[in-house]
T-cell receptor
Framework: QQQVKQSPQSLIVQKGGISIINCAYE??????FPWYQQFPGKGPALLIA?????SEKKEGRFTISFNKSAKQFSLHIMDSQPGDSATYFC???????????FGAGTRLTVKP | GAGVSQSPRYKVAKRGQDVALRCDPI?????LFWYQQALGQGPEFLTY????????KSGLPSDRFFAERPEGSVSTLKIQRTQQEDSAVYLC????????????FGPGTRLTVT
């Protein structure tokens, strides 16, 4: 069922560094690409999302870069902080689906 | 305001038992989704309600899984004759519109089948 491939599986970054997580999708009908942040014992929380009519969207320290031709999108976390340590999921949705398709997740650890 | 709540938070069931998992969405939210999240994986879609209507149940893994939302608010996911492979976190999400944009997730119910 998984139509969204996410990498890396885990990532360790020093405080203040840039965290980059990548996702690739297959279905060209997808037109909504959110990123979710999940802390242990909690449900995923929407972080930032992009539609394919723009190539980049920035909210605070979080930026999504979108490459429609390559069918890839990525999350960049600038000035990473220990509090950013969590699991991050990319996802994709299109009008032909009722469900959001999630990547397998990236466990981010930011070392102080 | 209150977010999405789920109960119980943890459930241990013996193989063959029936379980019922409850979701209280955000008040007024039209759409409600159930997902299954295996350990170390992303959520996988189970079923979708728009108000009280179950519009998509294509993700339910077997006929042992049943979901309802009779009054368009609270939803229950029922699993009959639980199996070990049913062990997972079951997440509920709700959305203000008929589309899955800006889904708000509950904390999940961790089901362990022994």
């Amino acid at each position: 069922q998984q139509q969204v491939k996410q990498s890396p599986q885990s990532l360790i970054v020093q405080k203040g560094g840039i965290s980059i997580i990548n996702c690739a999708y297959e279905n060209t009908a997808f037109d909504y690409f959110p990123w979710y942040q999940q802390f242990p014992g909690k449900g995923p929380a929407l972080l930032i999302a992009i539609r394919p009519d723009v190539s980049e969207k920035k909210e605070g320290r979080f930026t999504i870069s979108f490459n429609k031709s390559a069918k890839q999108f990525s999350l960049h976390i600038m000035d990473s902080q220990p509090g950013d340590s969590a699991t991050y999921f990319c996802a994709a949705w299109g009008p032909n689906n009722n469900d959001m398709r999630f990547g397998a997740g990236t466990r981010l650890t930011v070392k102080p | 305001g209150a977010g999405v709540s789920q109960s119980p938070r943890y459930k241990v069931a013996k193989r063959g038992q029936d379980v019922a998992l409850r979701c209280d969405p955000i008040s007024g939210h039209v759409s409600l989704f159930w997902y299954q999240q295996a350990l170390g994986q992303g959520p996988e879609f189970l079923t979708y309600f728009q108000n009280e209507a179950q519009l998509d149940k294509s993700g339910l893994p077997s006929d042992r899984f049943f979901a309802e939302r009779p009054e368009g608010s609270v939803s229950t996911l029922k699993i009959q004759r639980t199996q070990q492979e049913d062990s997972a976190v079951y997440l509920c999400a709700s959305s203000q519109t008929s589309l899955p944009y800006e889904q708000y997730f509950g904390p999940g119910t961790r089901l362990t089948v022994t």
